[in-house]
């Protein structure tokens, strides 16, 4: 009975769906990465100088110029979809280009995992967690490891009004791993 089971074509189409659907769905879900991490340990800035004003703010009169890396605004990240701890922060590097680093960032991994700075409110709980796609946001690449301490160059020219928070943002299933408020430094 075995043996003819084997020999008939239905049996034969049936495992090749099967063998088709489990390769589609390994390739999406990626379920090795919730139990791998990657770990970045780049150069983080050493800030200097006074906090700076928020970019696209005019600087006081007043306020002494620096020279050296400034810090302009920082957060610290609550957990969405997975549980994510760390900061981040915007900084102004001497020759006025600005970087956001991610400090400590401790985080599941993921498939299709991008950092974006964006226009939407962190909120806590599962409310927050599909918010992020809805504004503006600026994306500046994938996430490099899910922990460590990392640094993205934010493009020339970004238009930084409303930009008030940073997502670690999965694309694959539209959901925030975890997101964290900027607010100026002072």
């Known amino acids: 009975m075995s043996i003819r089971l084997l020999r008939a074509p239905l049996t034969w189409v049936a495992v090749a769906v099967l063998a088709a659907g489990a390769t589609a769905g390994l390739y999406w879900f990626q379920p090795w990465k919730l139990v791998t991490d990657t770990e970045v340990h780049e150069e983080l800035t050493a800030v ?34 997975h549980e994510t701890r760390g900061g981040a922060r915007i900084v102004r590097t001497a020759d006025g280009r600005h970087r956001l680093e991610l400090v400590g960032l401790d985080t599941s991994n993921g498939p299709n995992l991008q950092v974006w700075l964006t226009d939407q409110p962190v909120r806590t709980g599962p409310s927050g967690w599909h918010v992020f796609d809805d504004g503006r946001h600026v994306a500046l690449g994938p996430l490099k490891g899910n922990r460590g301490d990392q640094a993205y160059e934010i ?3 970004t238009d930084f009004s409303g930009l008030t928070s940073v997502s670690i943002w999965c694309e694959r299933f539209a959901v925030s791993f975890g997101a964290a408020p900027l607010t100026a430094a002072g």
């Open 48 to 81: 200097t100088g006074q906090p700076a004003a928020p970019p696209g703010t005019a600087t006081p009169a007043a306020a002494p110029a620096s020279t050296g890396p400034v810090l302009v605004s920082r957060g610290d990240f609550v957990s969405h979809e």
């Open 155 to 157: 493009p020339a020219g």
